[in-house]
């Protein structure tokens, strides 16, 4: 199974001079404002006590310490007084700190889940040639990855980054204050730091949008192996399946490792530029101590307040990666929320009688530029009408189907129910009264009776009554809890055909006035056929119902049947009639009998071809 990753481009990079981008980003904080603002006052209690202690031990060490003039007893005094100042501060310091990361841990958790909710949301909403267009794996890592980036930008770096620069002037304010020659001499070295700072953000950058691309890469390799994993065992491609992911898997590991190298060798540097500094004021200050022009204790306390100035300067690169791998993320979820569905949802009209009339006028529709799938469709049905549509593969009998539920709008033409138009009924309302069964039956991971309801109101007596009319009495009866066995991801647990009338009774809980069976036949026993050609022969009745046929036995009694070749209507009449015409109907007929001749027929139906 071959992956094409086309589609994957290198993630952009967030420019932090976006004012929209960041008034968008600070809306989204607006709600949790309160609590951010005592973020920052508990911020303000946290560097108040920090650089409270380096000042304290210059107190200790020269008032007291080397105070050679006070007597033991009151140096002792004073050296407890500070101690006692000392732990007060340590201890304040912490529950500052402690309640500042749980109050924008709260705020941050709060925001995500708003953002996330409203992201899923918003996306649910969007057509279908949106999610043909975008991979799953993509818009999984929006949903999970960007958002972690949000989160982490909201709670560990935006306060932080004010904190650092508080801090940061605080200490210079200070550091001139104490002794300007050696605060001058520090200042020599910081535009070193500076350079290397902004070299290593352009190679951090670099390596961290590649690793973020090989991420989605991964989801969506991930994802689309583990839907198909049936295909996947059936044609032995496990072993392939497995290189083509270690070949992914090692690209994310390079450029994983490329990443810690930049930062293993970005670091040690800071740490060496600051040591020297460090050094370099130890040299310099211890001289002049010794010369007497500066005490021990103020040397101490400069040493002590240097690292704390050093501290956020080697963090400041890291945390802007950080800032701007979340502005990009910002920039794609605004974007996700920015993008309009293609399917209007502007019509709000409910019939309180819908009758069923469908009409299709002169309707055109194009899944790409310049490739029509339907050409100037035209279709009457009336109300309680049993039609079949038949044809070749591709002349476009599914997508009559999508262009009813409005999951595509066509290009031309248009598409009426009861004489009125498509689009100006309530989207939810038309589709929700509109029944599909699909050959392909989607299932949850939860029981049989979660999975029969799946969003229907329906009490327990009309539940009892559509598991016997949908012929899943005989199914329910074999599983060990009855409607509450569990059945399986994608209900393994249950064979094609029980899928297929389980699907039946759900739409039937719904109690549709129009009804779609999409090839709901197919792939199925001949014993469970008629048990779904008896539930369908009771759910069709009194409804309109449009039958997109495989087998005969489907269509044989539909009063009219539609044939199409390259989304045009090529032949249309009853069963009898069409086949004596010994057009193309009955030539697909021909085709699929001499099919099945040639081969086993596990039903001993002949099926129509699709």
């Known amino acids: 199974m071959q992956h094409n990753y086309g589609y994957f481009e290198e993630d952009k990079l967030g420019n932090l001079g976006d004012t929209a981008l960041w008034g968008r980003i600070l809306k989204q904080v607006r709600p949790q404002l309160r609590n951010i603002i005592l ?70 958790q709060h925001i995500m889940h708003g953002l996330r909710q409203r992201l899923l949301a918003h996306l649910l909403s969007l057509d279908v040639t949106f999610f043909n267009n975008n991979p799953v794996g993509k818009l999984v890592t929006r949903l999970t990855n960007d958002i972690q980036n949000l989160h982490e930008m909201f709670t560990s770096v935006i306060t932080t980054i004010f904190n650092d620069i508080l801090q940061l002037s605080a200490i210079l304010v200070i550091l001139f204050y104490m002794n300007r020659h050696l605060a001058l001499l520090m200042c020599a070295l910081l535009p070193l730091i500076i350079i290397h700072s902004l070299s290593f953000s352009r190679l951090a950058r670099k390596a961290f949008r590649k ?41 994310f590991q390079r450029q994983t490792m490329y990443q810690i190298k930049i930062f293993g060798v970005f670091l040690p540097i800071i740490e060496i530029i600051s040591t020297l500094s460090i050094a370099l004021i130890v040299w310099i200050g211890g001289r002049e101590v010794m010369k007497g022009t500066t005490t021990i204790g103020e040397l101490a306390a400069f040493l002590s307040y240097m690292r704390l100035f050093f501290k956020p300067i080697r963090e400041v690169a890291q945390k802007y990666s950080i800032v701007q791998s979340a502005m990009a993320s910002a920039e794609r979820i605004f974007e996700l929320l920015d993008r ?39 279709l009457n049905i009336v109300p309680g009408e049993q039609l079949a549509i038949v044809g070749p593969t591709g002349a476009g009998k599914t997508s009559i189907v999508n262009l009813l539920e409005r999951l595509y709008e066509p290009r031309k033409g248009e598409i009426f129910i009861d004489d009125h138009p498509l689009a100006d009924f309530n989207l939810a309302w038309l ?5 599909l069964v699909m050959q392909d039956v989607l299932l949850m991971p939860a029981s049989l009776r979660d999975n029969l309801i799946f969003g229907s109101s329906a009490d327990e007596e009309r539940l009892r009554a559509v598991v016997r009319d949908s012929q899943l009495e005989l199914v329910v009866r074999e599983l060990p809890q009855g409607l509450d066995t569990m059945v399986g991801e994608g209900g393994w647990q249950l064979s094609q055909g029980q899928k297929q009338l389980l699907a039946l009774g759900r739409v039937m809980l719904r109690d549709p006035r129009i009804l779609i069976l999409d090839e709901a036949t197919a792939n199925i026993d001949s014993i469970t056929e008629a048990l779904l050609e008896k539930a369908v022969s009771h759910t069709i ?70």
């Open 39 to 108: 973020a920052v006052i508990l911020s303000l209690v946290v560097i108040a006590a920090n650089l409270t202690l380096p000042w304290l031990v210059r107190l200790a060490i020269d008032k007291y310490i080397m105070a050679a003039h006070i007597s033991a007893e009151a140096r002792l005094r004073g050296l407890e007084d500070i101690a006692l100042i000392f732990i007060v501060m340590v201890i304040g310091g912490f529950a500052a700190n402690f309640f500042q990361v749980t109050v924008l841990e709260y705020s941050g």
């Open 211 to 251: 690793i973020r691309t090989q991420l989605a890469i991964i989801n969506s390799f991930m994802q689309e192996s583990l839907t198909g994993i049936s295909l996947i065992q059936h044609f032995l491609r496990e072993a392939d399946t497995e290189k083509q992911f270690r070949r992914q898997n090692r690209i």
């Open 541 to 610: 009745r009194n409804r309109t119902s449009i039958v997109i046929a495989h087998r005969l036995s489907t269509i044989r009694n539909a009063q009219r049947i539609v044939v199409l070749s390259r989304g045009r209507i090529r032949e249309e009449g009853s069963y009898d009639e069409l086949l004596e015409r010994g057009g193309l109907f009955a030539r697909l007929i021909e085709l699929q009998e001499a099919r099945e001749q040639s081969r086993p027929a596990p039903s001993g139906n002949t099926a129509l071809s699709v």
């Open 431 to 435: 589709r929700d009264r509109i029944g």
């Open 340 to 378: 309009q569905p293609a399917i209007s949802t502007a019509g709000n009209l409910r019939l309180p009688n819908l009758r069923g009339a469908i009409r299709f006028a002169g309707v055109s529709l194009a899944y790409k530029q310049d490739e029509p799938i339907i050409s100037d469709f035209n």
